[in-house]
């Protein structure tokens, strides 16, 4: 049986999860994959990467077996992921047929992504490697304000809506600007077509306890240390990679190499990864909560552990339209 797709390529009959970091949003996409016979789609910019396996939280090999799972760790850590690479490679997914005869579930924490399902993403020009290369070595010799200064210059409309610190975007508008000689803002503002199609879509994001997502949370990064989070840091490390790059950013990175550097002691970087994971999760409550309207079916608590752990103990949990 081939997937259903809309006439307009829209993919019918999804399944979407959302939530924040700890919430147990990929132990109840598994339970529900089960059900429903269906494949995990991953839908968390971090998840992508590869040698982070632990300190993002993905699956481990037992959840990856029970049901298939697509689009974790494919992308290595050198590389800028953004939202519209990832939506491109969830249109193969689709075009390769892995999804047919699966309900897809999408499922993660990365609200722009979920957007991106369900509005589109405005159509991006490719960007040759050369002009990108260029423009990553003028960001390290010349550092973002310099760049955000030749941008006002060059795209005052898009360098208006970017503070002179956020180096990737500014890097990413100039990139545009000289592959195709239109600003970013221009091609933004071209109306994408949703993958995903809304109507027959079951929409659910989980919204925890405040007290009860912060045990989860120190708790899941104290099993991470057990299971290796500090030899992947160490891994990442070694690659000698741009501190500027998304997954040199992930909760626990900087933390962990400072304390394996001598800058700070472990106990302090244990707690200031923690610290950082519950802001993180505040914020993306926060996104989901503002931006997901009333056709978002609000879910409090998912039991289990808090990330690919035991989705078995969700199995009684009631979802409408499942």
Do not use: C
């Not at 029970?66 to 193969?92: F, K, N």
């Not at 290369?133 to 795209?155: C, F, S």
């Not at 923690?274 to 409090?300: D, L, M, P, V």
């Amino acid at each position: 049986m081939k997937r259903s797709v809309g006439e307009a390529g829209r993919l019918k009959d999804a399944i979407l999860i959302a939530g924040p970091t700890a919430s147990g949003k990929s132990a109840l996409a598994l339970t529900i994959a089960g059900r429903v016979g269906g494949a995990i789609v991953n839908t968390d910019s971090m998840q992508g990467y590869s040698v982070l396996n632990v300190l993002t939280a993905r699956p481990a090999e037992a959840e990856l077996a029970r049901v298939p799972h697509h689009l974790y760790g494919h992308v290595h850590p050198s590389t800028p992921y953004s939202t519209g690479a990832w939506l491109r490679d969830v249109m193969r997914l689709i075009d390769s047929g892995m999804l047919d005869g699966r309900r897809p579930v999408f499922v993660g924490g990365t609200g722009l992504y979920f957007r991106a399902l369900l509005q589109g993403l405005s159509e991006m020009p490719e960007v040759p490697q050369n002009v990108r290369d260029r423009w990553r070595y003028e960001l390290m010799e010349q550092g973002p304000q310099r760049l955000h200064k030749i941008l006002i210059r060059e795209d005052p409309v898009t360098a208006s809506g970017l503070r002179p610190s956020d180096s990737q975007r500014i890097v990413r508008a100039l990139e545009v600007l000289e592959s195709s000689g239109k600003s970013l803002r221009e091609w933004q503002a071209i109306e994408g077509q949703p993958l995903v199609d809304k109507s027959s879509a079951r929409l659910f994001v989980i919204e925890p306890e405040r007290g009860d997502l912060i045990a989860r949370i120190e708790a899941r990064f104290d099993k991470m240390l057990v299971r290796g989070a500090r030899e992947e840091v160490a891994d990442l490390m070694q690659l000698g990679l741009d501190p500027a790059l998304p997954a040199m950013k992930a909760i626990g990175v900087r933390e962990l190499s400072a304390a394996a550097a001598g800058e700070i002691s472990e106990p302090e970087a244990i707690l200031r990864a923690k610290i950082a994971t519950r802001q993180y999760a505040k914020r993306q409550s926060t996104w989901f909560r503002n931006q997901f309207g009333q056709e978002w079916h609000r879910i409090q608590s998912v039991s289990g552990d808090s990330e690919g752990g035991d989705p078995d103990n969700s199995q009684g949990l009631w979802l409408p339209g499942l």
